[in-house]
Nanobody, 114 residues
Framework: QVQLVESGGGLVQAGGSLRLSCAAS????????MGWYRQAPGKQRELVAA???????NYADSVKGRFTISRDNAKNTVYLQMNSLKPEDTAVYYC????????WGQGTQVTVSS
């Protein structure tokens, strides 16, 4: 059973920063590509950032230069450092496999005020 627990969200002013964490069960972080996704109200879930098992990363154009995905294999944890946050970054953020394999956590709410 795969378990993913996201944390670190909150309310922040535009221009601020947050660091999200995703604790995963087992060793899925070290052996799988992982991604952070987000879903804003009324919109489809979208990929924000991904990191392969080899450490390569890719980002949505909207967050390039502002967000950084990283991974701690020993802790089975994936992180998303978010800087220069904008109101349009407001969403529920989820981590999962990349590409998704049907396992999702409860997500963590990020709200950016203008």
């Amino acid at each position: 059973q795969v378990q993913l627990v996201e944390s670190g969200g909150g309310l922040v002013q535009a221009g601020g920063s947050l660091r999200l964490s995703c604790a995963a069960s087992g060793s899925i972080v070290s052996i799988n590509s992982m991604g952070w996704y987000r879903q804003a109200p009324g919109k489809q879930r979208e990929l924000v950032a991904a990191i392969t098992s080899g450490g390569s990363t890719n980002y949505a154009d909207s967050v390039k230069g502002r967000f950084t995905i990283s991974r701690d294999n020993a802790k089975n944890t994936v992180y998303l450092q978010m800087n220069s946050l904008k109101p349009e970054d407001t969403a529920v953020y989820y981590c999962s496999h990349y590409p998704p394999q049907g396992y999702w956590g409860q997500g963590t709410q990020v709200t950016v005020s203008s």
